[in-house]
């Protein structure tokens, strides 16, 4: 018999967002009448149609396929050419930042390459989590064996956890101590927080005196108005020494379903072996990538160029503008009945604490029961996290407006 992965047992209950799905749906097969007006405010999935660049991109890229001329099969897999380059161009050029398209490496989804990176990272790493976090980073680490055993707050032994709160507004300073790895997300899912251009200087002054590695989740960039907030850890002088930046079509394009992101790997950064010798780490995330992944479809691809077209900015631009529509009507909901708001300006999340009295699960199953919309606990991204819900503005302007209605009768 085969052995397992005993880290797996490490982890706490199920993954936050499947535990939501179980309890939504024993509450709708007890209450068929309520399910009937459930409204989803919890998990951050679009659901606003595609953008029309994407869909004719991905037409034309099928009847390519469809042609012994123009037929593709495997393709690089770093990603392809013409959309390495358009990234580099339009996402980090334009801002003044030189990154290379062989910097590039696209991938189906941000989230996945958040646990992919491990692959090429040792377990000796003390790995640096802000708490609440998006489970996604925690859970991996457990499950690649980079932590010790959970306690009863559901924090591992051997992670430093550093809390974001309301005294920081979310953002916390870098540790006395030092750590090796350091996760980072601005826009921050779930609190809705960005960070300065100090604050981002800080994190990364401190990573290079310690020879630390950031990687910086910046999934929501497009999200951002307010025009001195950065999009880009390398926009910070000295970041391309010590950080990896995930990023994520999801958001700005809507392809949560139709899956494509990519990292970006500076060919400067380095990592260090057991004897003390340091070596890039760009050739190594390369043979992962070669070696596991044949990259993503070139249909795909294509929609995914498609998105920096001029009319594919018009129609990513009204997709961001809707959402972030929903997240002011929220926000303002929320704030109207007395609650504490925090997010929902340069992201698509609110941050709201309960009433007092009101741990995060009673206050989900109070607005589940009460006025029959899902939102997030707190308590599932982190001890830091209990004491708040987060509502996702992923949603229609006609649901947005329906729950903002719905909220003037929670008890």
Request: proline share 5%; hydrophobic share 35%; charged share 25%.
């Amino acid at each position: 018999m085969a052995y397992l992965n005993e880290n797996y047992l490490k982890l706490q209950a199920g993954y936050l967002f499947p535990e939501i799905a179980r309890r939504v749906r024993e509450f709708c097969e007890k209450n068929p009448k309520a399910a009937k007006r459930l409204i989803r405010c919890g998990i951050g999935d679009v659901t606003e149609p595609l953008p029309k660049a994407a869909i004719n991109a991905i037409k034309r890229a099928a009847d390519e396929l469809g042609h012994r001329e123009t037929f593709r099969g495997y393709g690089p897999e770093q990603g392809y050419e013409f959309l390495r380059s358009a990234i580099a161009q339009n996402d980090f050029r334009d801002r003044k930042v030189d990154i290379a398209p062989d910097e590039i490496f696209v991938s189906d989804g941000s989230k996945c390459d958040c646990g992919f990176i491990l692959d090429i990272l040792g377990d000796q790493n003390k790995v640096a989590i802000t708490d609440p976090v998006y489970p996604v980073y925690v859970d991996t680490n457990v499950m690649a064996g980079h932590t010790g055993a959970a306690r009863k707050d559901g924090s591992y032994e051997g992670v430093v956890y550093l809390p974001c709160t309301v005294e920081n507004n979310f953002v916390p300073a870098p540790p006395k101590e030092h750590v090796d790895l350091i996760y980072l997300c601005f826009p921050n899912n779930p609190t809705g927080a960005v960070a300065t251009r100090e604050q981002l200087a800080g994190w990364v002054d401190y990573a290079r005196q310690h020879d630390a590695l950031i990687l910086f989740d910046a999934a929501y960039e497009a999200y951002i108005s307010d025009p001195n907030i950065s999009h880009s850890i390398f926009e910070i002088e000295g970041a391309r020494d010590c950080a990896v930046e995930f990023r994520s079509f999801s958001k700005i394009g809507g392809f949560t379903g139709v899956r494509c992101g990519f990292t970006v790997m500076p060919k400067r950064l380095l990592a260090r072996t057991e004897s003390g010798k340091k070596l890039p780490l760009h050739p190594f995330w390369h043979r992962r990538w070669s070696t596991k992944a044949n990259s993503v479809s070139y249909p795909v691809q294509r929609a995914a160029e498609a998105l920096y077209s001029d009319e594919g900015r018009k129609q990513c631009r009204a997709l961001i503008e809707h959402y972030m529509g929903n997240a002011n009507i929220l926000r303002e909901a929320c704030a109207k009945i007395g609650l504490d708001v925090y997010g929902g300006t340069n992201a698509p999340y609110i941050w709201v604490r309960t009433p007092k009295g009101l741990t995060s699960w009673q206050m989900f199953d109070r607005m589940l029961c009460e006025i029959n919309v899902v939102v997030t606990p707190g308590a599932g991204f982190g001890a830091q996290g209990e004491g708040y819900v987060r509502i996702s503005a992923f949603n229609s302007r006609e649901n947005a407006e329906e729950v903002a209605r719905r909220l003037k009768e929670l008890k």
